[in-house]
């Protein structure tokens, strides 16, 4: 687990920060403009950008003060994925850096926010311990803008997570991808934005007046019987998504703990799919990769999708592909429906053929595939409407694509499954010799058990980010006025879910950035949807 001690315990903040500072009084907080001025460090910037505006010296202590120095309100560190939405992420990379400081906007192909982030803290931490009241309303004021795709944003999340800081920043997304549910279902839309100065100016006019909701993150992890030839890590051929990695150390007490067997761990923060849906997906990304001059425009990427999911078999049962069977003959579904239950059978009908795990209001680019049961269901099923800080996910079925129709109707869902806060799946010897699996956006293709083992996929709740939303957010809260007083148990259930026995310990000790969630170097980052 990375702490906040941990960033900086490796190099001593005060004596850092006195070695790499020329002698130079450290900034009080009465040197502050809390006008605009004209100083050098903003130089010729309006107005309303320097409440954005970070100053050089927070992320180079090296860097001299200029004095007197505006307070941001919101300040901000942007990552941008510049090989998202072809040429658009470029532009917009270009554009925040002709608006903002240089220093505070970040491209993902050149730094991973990882490495940015502990760097960051690390000099905060430096100079709060100098007596910086500047550095320490930068922290407490800090927010962060990611734009991407949703593989990227998670990315960051996973970051974000990982870190453990005593005040996380919140989270903008800015949707540059082709499904664009992690932005959608906090108000920031699904359509790709505007690169030019006034439609940046008019996002962060919308950061500056976002409202903070904090969301649920999931810990997935996964294992199944080991290749015969090879390790474990890196995986060959199975490619799995950047938010699964090999994890070679088991604790003692695991009980699924088998010589001859792998385990792989990571997370999510939108869904985990299999069966059909993550079928055609895989196929797209496997398009993409191959022919990626033709996946430069979002309209064009999603009329390929349609195009696949036809010749995929998901508007009808393929012949051609055994793995698009129905979800009964592929796995057996267990739940735990709140922290502290019982493991329990759910009783999946023969017709589905996908399933998703859903955590958040959208899936799809922006449908929402449970709707709100109405007063009957809640009382008789005990399902409620979907909230993204209750520690439960939302398990919903699809018979084929003519279902997932019906999501364009009003009040169209899926068929409602369960609300769980833990889900295992157990894969044996059956009807398929492979299934399609996906978390939020990255699809990969997954052996199934070819003789008397089993693969084992096990969901459980981790903890929670901060986000930010607009007045237009599609996601609701256990804060929320209207909501039944019957939530706020569970999502005290999921504040303690972090305190898990020895079996767990383990496997969950890291999350997000350094060594489970991180993109590898060298990893071309340009397929994350």
């Known amino acids: 687990m990375i702490r906040l001690s941990s960033i900086v315990e490796d190099d001593p903040p005060v004596e850092a920060y006195k070695a790499c500072r020329n002698p130079l009084r450290p900034p009080s907080l009465e040197s502050f403009s809390s006008g605009i001025c004209p100083g050098e460090e903003m130089g010729s910037k309006e107005a309303f950008l320097q409440q954005f505006y970070v100053p050089d010296y927070i992320f180079d202590p090296q860097s001299i003060v200029k004095s007197p120095m505006h307070i941001p309100e919101c300040p901000v560190v942007v990552f941008i994925n510049s090989r998202s939405g072809g040429q658009l992420g470029g532009d917009l990379l270009a554009t925040y850096r002709g608006l903002l400081n240089k220093s505070q906007v ?27 009241d500047f550095a320490s309303e930068i922290e407490k004021r800090l927010k962060l803008i990611v734009a991407g795709g949703d593989g990227t944003a998670s990315w960051l999340l996973g970051v974000v997570s990982d870190l453990k800081l005593a005040r996380p920043p919140a989270i903008a997304t800015v949707p540059l991808g082709t499904g664009n549910n992690l932005p959608f279902s906090f108000g920031w839309g699904k359509k790709n934005p505007g ?51 090999a994890f070679h150390r088991v604790s003692d007490t695991d009980s699924l703990k088998q010589e001859g067997y792998d385990t792989f761990r990571g997370g999510f923060w939108n869904y985990f799919s299999m069966g059909m849906d993550a079928q055609v997906s895989y196929a797209f990304h496997s398009e993409r990769k191959l022919h990626p001059e033709k996946f430069k425009n979002q309209l064009v990427n999603q009329t390929t999708y349609a195009k696949l ?138 052996p199934l058990p070819v003789d008397d083992d089993t693969v084992v996929v096990e969901i459980s709740h981790l903890g929670q980010v901060n986000m930010l939303a607009t007045q237009d957010c599609k996601s609701k809260s256990v804060s929320d006025p209207h909501v039944s007083l019957s939530h706020t148990h569970v999502d005290e259930d999921a504040e303690d879910s972090n305190e898990e026995s020895d079996e767990d310990s383990e496997e969950r000790r890291k999350f997000g950035a350094a060594d489970t969630f991180r993109i590898p170097e060298g990893v071309d980052i340009s397929h994350l949807s």
């Open 106 to 132: 970040f491209d993902l192909g050149d730094e991973a926010p990882d490495k940015v982030l502990h760097k960051l803290y690390h000099n905060l931490e430096a100079l709060k311990l100098c007596n910086d």
């Open 309 to 446: 999911g036809c010749t995929q078999g998901w508007f009808c049962a393929s012949l051609f592909h055994p793995s698009s069977r129905n979800i009964a003959q592929l796995t057996k579904v267990k739940i735990m429906k709140r922290h502290g239950g019982h493991w329990e059978e759910l009783t999946i009908p023969r017709s589905i053929r996908s399933i998703v795990c859903l955590n958040l209001p959208s899936f799809s680019g922006g449908l929402n595939p449970w709707g709100t049961p109405n007063e009957r269901k809640e009382r008789d099923r005990d399902l409620t409407e979907p909230l993204v800080d209750d520690g439960r996910l939302e398990v919903v079925g699809f018979r084929d694509a003519w279902h997932g129709l019906v999501l364009l109707a009003p009040k169209g869902h899926g068929t409602r499954l369960a609300q769980a806060h833990r889900i295992r799946f157990e894969f044996h010897k059956g009807a398929a010799d492979c299934t399609y699996m996906r978390i939020d956006g990255e699809p990969w293709k997954q």
């Open 195 to 245: 690169t030019d100065a006034e439609s940046v100016k008019s996002f962060l006019a919308q950061v500056i007046a976002a409202k903070e909701m904090k969301i649920d993150s999931w810990h997935i992890i996964m294992k199944m019987k080991a290749p015969k030839e090879g390790s474990c890590d890196p995986i060959a051929p199975l490619e799995l998504p950047h938010s699964l990695h």
